[in-house]
């Protein structure tokens, strides 16, 4: 018998309410059908083999062809994506699972060749990260390009563009979706002073620099409604090159104000896999998870290299409600059955995480059931 009690006991969040708490965090496959960046069978495959978890949080949907970073990954902009979506989220309902879209705009991780027209990638300010992406099979993985900073009156287009993709969302049949604040991308670029370094409004302070982050929410709150709406940050994360002088503090405030909003959730990427929990780690993701329920928040979903075991443990101790699973749910279709059972749990094939077919993909076998 498992012991994973707490894991595999339903969670209500906003208007949600899960079979448990054993989520799928977003993982970008870059597997969506070309041209257009379309979510097809293959993709509604693998999200229906998931529909066991108490939350699917798809993988990093770009909002606009200017939020694109990478050759493959799937779009919500043309009718064509939110149909192929639909597809996705019936697949998903048939089986009686939840599933949230994520809603992404890169912002400066990104290459002029997948630009409209060739167009410089944008961000707050017009320092090139030092990362790389994905443009095109034939020339694999390139340094980013330097990005242009956004004029101020350009960024209410860009609350505009996940309006629409929150919009679109919802014809698709989502239960909801997660605004990407996370892992170097656009709204992280302005959160974090590493990557702002604006003087107007949208710079400086704090304030000032979640004032994007929070006016994309309320936009996007206003299509969905807050129940509906989770929030993700990588407080620590230096993932593309990004990183802010008082996490503790940047992301507290942001916390506080995504909490004053009533979003359903905040989800946190606390750490990768094989990175060491410690002890600022710890207080960093305290003040967050603290921050967003004092101020009316719902739940705080953690993620980063946790084992259930470890998952079951944060539980018990009120360190998290619910624990996103990255790389057990590559491998592992029907892991809350596993969980359920103590395991065995297949291993994750690192060779096929991006791009490819079925293979590495849909392939993963759920448990013989005796
Ligand atoms: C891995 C490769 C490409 C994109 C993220 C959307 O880190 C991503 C991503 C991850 O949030």
Redesign the pocket.
């Known amino acids: 018998m498992s012991s994973h009690t707490n894991l595999l006991s339903t969670v209500s969040f906003g208007e949600i309410e899960s079979q448990n708490r054993v989520f799928m965090a977003p993982l ?1 496959r870059s597997r969506s059908q070309q041209p257009g960046d379309v979510p097809w069978d293959l993709n509604a495959e693998y999200y229906r083999q998931r529909a066991s978890s108490g939350l699917i949080i798809t993988e ?1 949907t770009q909002i606009s062809p200017q939020g694109k970073g ?1 050759a493959f990954t799937p779009g919500i902009y043309t009718d064509e994506q939110i149909q192929g979506w639909k597809n996705v989220t019936d697949a998903v309902h048939e089986e009686g699972g939840k599933i949230f879209l994520q809603l ?1 705009h890169v912002g400066r991780i990104s290459h002029t060749d997948l630009q409209p027209d060739g167009a410089t990638p944008v961000a707050p300010s017009a320092i090139r990260a030092e990362s790389q992406t994905y443009t095109s099979k034939e020339s694999g993985m390139v340094p980013v390009s330097e990005p242009r900073a956004l004029d101020a009156s350009e960024l209410p287009g860009i609350v505009e563009q996940f309006r629409v993709g929150a919009l679109n969302a919802k014809k698709a049949g989502f239960d909801g979706v997660e605004i ?1 604040g ?2 170097g991308y656009l709204l992280d670029q302005f959160t974090r002073d590493g990557s702002n370094q604006r003087t107007d409004s949208y710079g400086g302070s704090v304030a000032n620099r979640i004032r994007l982050p929070l006016e994309v929410t309320r936009a996007v709150v206003e299509v969905f409604g807050a129940g509906r709406v989770g929030y993700r940050v990588s407080p620590l994360g230096l ?1 593309n090159d990004i990183n802010d002088s008082n996490p503790a503090e940047t992301f507290g405030e942001l916390a506080t104000e995504l909490g004053k909003l009533k979003l359903a959730y905040i989800h946190a990427v606390e750490a990768f896999a094989g990175m060491v929990r410690d002890d600022e780690n710890e207080r960093v993701h305290t003040v967050v998870r603290e921050s967003f329920k004092n101020a009316g928040g719902g739940i705080y979903v953690g993620n980063g290299g946790l084992t259930p075991e470890d998952a079951e443990e944060r539980i018990s101790e009120g360190k998290t409600d619910a624990v996103a699973f990255g790389t057990l749910y590559i491998g592992n279709p029907d892991l809350p059955e596993r969980i359920a059972t103590d395991g065995p749990y297949n291993d994750a094939d690192q060779s096929t995480f ?1 791009g490819g077919d079925a293979t590495g993909y849909t392939d993963y076998p759920a448990m013989e059931t005796v």
């Open positions: 970008t990093a990478y992404w990407h996370a892992n993932f991006y």
